[in-house]
């Protein structure tokens, strides 16, 4: 990738790719990756013709999280520093804006995902991964706690033990290991990576993308409430995708034996 920008920002059909694009420090996030990766998120959920989101790192990262080079500065400077505001300000919206997106957001993890790194790919619907790609939880080799949602999404995708395991260690999770404990659901070669992943995402793009958000809104409310209480979530979900076109095309094409052909609502 040779764009000098930050974030490198592809449509291919329904699918929108955002690169991380500072190969040289492993795609750390600066003040201008973190701004312009807020804005391309909302971009995408605002867009109803974007009916899939991958985001993956240029080069042989896909993100070193923080760029310590910014806060060995500001340590330097010996001003206060306000970790909690930076993570208001510029992560936790790109954070939440992924969770409450209409539509399927795939982390393509093509190399090391280490901090904040490792909360964004967390953060998204579905983390696929290249074969050398690994996964650190790196805060606490530099004295912080997990962040960007991470203690919040990471004992849920691989249980509280091996999530304090990750954590407080800071050991490397190779890929294969990733697949085997549930950080990813995808594993695919090096060589063979990106044309994997762009396949997988024009599928999800070509798929019931209505039907996409309220199963994760379905998913999200599963884990705020009781069993009696979800029941009755489901049933308004499902009374809400029932009433898509989508659903209508989707029964006519079983019924017709051929594939159907979603439009998104
Ligand atoms: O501050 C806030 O707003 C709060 C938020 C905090 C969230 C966080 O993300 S804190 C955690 C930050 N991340 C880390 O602690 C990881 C730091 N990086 C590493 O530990 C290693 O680089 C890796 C294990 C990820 C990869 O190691 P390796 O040996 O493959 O590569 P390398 O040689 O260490 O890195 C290559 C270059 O990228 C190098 O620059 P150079 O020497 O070629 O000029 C290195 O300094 C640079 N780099 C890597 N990570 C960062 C970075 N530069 C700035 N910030 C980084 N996070």
Redesign the pocket.
Known sequence: MTSLSPLHVERAGAVTVLTLNRP???N?FNEALTEALNAAIADCAADPSVRAVVITGAGR?FS??????D?LAMIEKGGELH?GD??RR??HPAIAAIRGMRKPVVAAVNG?A????LGLAIACDVRVAASSATF?A??G??G?VP??GSAFFLPRLIGWGRALDMTLSGDPVPAEEALRIGLVTRVWPDAEFAAKWREYATALAEGATEAFALTKEGLAASMARGFDEFLEVEARLQDRAGGTADYARGVKAFAAKRRPEFEGR
């Open positions: 040289d420090v492993l750390a990262a070193a999280g923080q760029d310590l080079d806060r970790l930076e993570l510029r992560y090391v280490a901090g904040a790194g650190r790196a805060w080799r530099v912080l962040d960007a």
